[in-house]
Structure formats: C-alpha cells, structure tokens
C-alpha cells in the first residue's frame, strides 16, 4: 500500500519534472534565452495542478487498498484469538470510517499540492540563482538532478507518513468498533525504530489514554502498528 502510493506518486512527479526540464531546455538551448522564464515558471504549478486534479481518485483506491488490508489483518487476530465474533464487516458503512477516508484524502491532495508547489518554488529560485551566477549550463543540470532527488524523497516520505498515519486511524476506530479499549504497542523491530518507541514494545496502552506523541501510526514516519489486547490474556 505504501508501495503503492510511492509508486503512484513518484510517477507524477517524474512525468511533471521531466516536462519541465523539457520546456526549460527550451529556455537554455541554444544560448540562454530569459524573454520567456516567466511564463515557464508560472507554468510550472499550472502543470502540477493539472496532473494533481487527476490524482485525488487514486489517493481514494489507495484508501480503499488500505482499509481492506486493515479490515483483513483485524480480522485475522480475532481468528487467532478465537473471537471471530468480533471480527469487522468490511462492508458496513461506519460513519467514522467513510470520514475517516475522506479526512485521508483531503489531507493528502492538499499535501501533494504543498509538495509540488514548494517545489515549484524552489526551482524558481535555484533558476533565477543560476542564470543571475552565470553558471554553466552543466552546473543548472546538475542542480536540476539534485532537486530532483530532493523531491522523490520528500514524496516517499508523504507517503510512508500517510499510509503509517491511516492505517493508525483505522485501526484505532475498528478496535473500539469491536470494543476493545487497549492495545500492544508493537515496533517494526528493526534498527530504524526510535527509542522512544523501543521501550513502548510489547507494552499496552488505552486508547483513550494517547502517549504524548500519540497512538502507533500517527507520529511522523512511526511505522509502530496497535495489536488487539484483551484483558483476559
Ligand atoms: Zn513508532
């Protein structure tokens, strides 16, 4: 899921970036050429929010992807647990849970939109720089494809936090759906795990009661998942 909306939202970009470094040749090529680099800048968030417009109804099947895989993966802990009379229909219409998706994909075309925007923003500036320095255009190609990354990792990391962040929320609302209160704080258990989180492992909190940076998911990049915990175990 998270894969997928990297890939989703990496493609975008690189078909915006490359667009723009075509009509930026353009401006460069034979020799600089600046009668026109305003129109290109402005052009630039025209263009992003022309490829943003088509893009909000794949942030809503990734929603979608995510609330299956979550429904699928609660309801086989209940199995595991032999409380399948707690398991979640995936097709009942919780109200918290259509506004929990809708929240998801507001938010995230307006972070997509902020994305692009700074972006656009920033390449401006490092045009305007370039051009005003004198440099080579060797050098703003090189610039170009340090921005360039800079963007592809700023969009992984959209959608890590995005994905952890919602699939935090859904989980959250699916237990108290099923009245479960409390749960196990469980890290990913690798290295990248802050240490703070660490020390959470294994432990069990309420869910009325967040930790100060909040339930596992909602903290920026927490990869920390809630298990189902029940007072009987
Ligand atoms: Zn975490």
Redesign the pocket.
Known sequence: MERDYRSQLLKLYKSWFSEIVNDLEVLIYPRFDDSQIDSIFESFKVKWSQLVDGFSSKVRSIAGFVKDFTTRNFNRQMESVNKKELEVNPFINNPKLSQSINDFVSENVRLIKNFGNQGADRLTTLINDSVRQGQSIKTIKDHLKTEFGFGENKAKLIARDQV?KFHGNLTQIQHLEAGIDKYI?Q??QDER??P??RE?NKKVFSWDKPPSDGH??Q?I????VALPYFDDE
């Open positions: 952890g704080w890290t990913a795990v802050r703070k989180h959470r596992p998911g903290p990049q927490c990869r920390c």
